[in-house]
């Protein structure tokens, strides 16, 4: 795994040990970001299930204000504070070690943002919609205007077009996997 652009391009990225932490493939996150690439800079980004850290670091690589990871396994929480530290990276993001519920529930207020990724572990669907969900109802404010929320899945797993005040208006598919791009419907 290696950063795919900007400040920190093609250094390596370790993953968790094992089958339980399912990293971004490098072709999928240069997918992503190659849609994102006019919103990155400056934005804050929130990755959820964060597991190795690839895709927030590789937010920040291409110029993210900020980026906050959830993540709650300890062999993920390891190897992301690790591939942070070989970065040299010390400032610019925040690791929340919680389960995306509370960590989405305990959330600071006027936290806003730009660009939220999600990617639980494919075997967890109902994940997917508990967080859409939390993300979609009318009182979360945690999105900016404008916000982007983009969840990585299965390309044979169809998520649902709308998620509360979220409506997907993109998919992408390539190889097994798929990413869903929501944004808040107009009101």
């Known amino acids: 795994m290696r950063i795919i652009a900007g400040s920190y391009r093609s250094r390596s990225l370790e993953a968790p040990p094992g089958l339980a932490t399912r990293p971004t493939s490098d072709r999928l996150r240069e ?13 804050a980004f929130l990755d959820l299930y964060a597991g190795s850290g690839a895709v ?5 690589s291409r110029g993210a204000a900020s980026v906050e990871f959830v993540e709650r396994a300890p062999a993920a929480l390891k ?23 509370t960590a989405l529930q305990r959330m600071n207020p006027a936290a806003r943002f730009d660009l939220i990724f999600l990617d639980p572990p494919y075997d967890a669907a109902a ?16 999105l900016a205007a404008d916000a982007l929320v983009i969840a990585e899945h ?13 409506m997907r208006t993109r998919l992408l ?3 097994d996997a798929a990413l869903s791009f929501y944004a808040a419907a107009a009101e």
């Open 31 to 43: 997918t992503l970001f190659n849609v994102l690439a006019s919103r990155i800079a400056g934005a």
């Open 154 to 166: 299965r390309k044979k797993e169809r998520l649902e077009d709308r998620c509360g005040k979220l």
């Open 127 to 142: 994940e997917y919609e508990s967080t859409l969900g939390m993300l979609g109802v009318p009182a979360s404010n945690l």
């Open 173 to 175: 598919e390539q190889g």
């Open 56 to 60: 927030g670091i590789e937010a920040i």
């Open 79 to 101: 190897v992301l504070r690790a591939n942070l530290g070989r970065l040299g990276l010390s400032e610019g993001f925040r690791i929340n070690s919680s389960n995306v519920k």
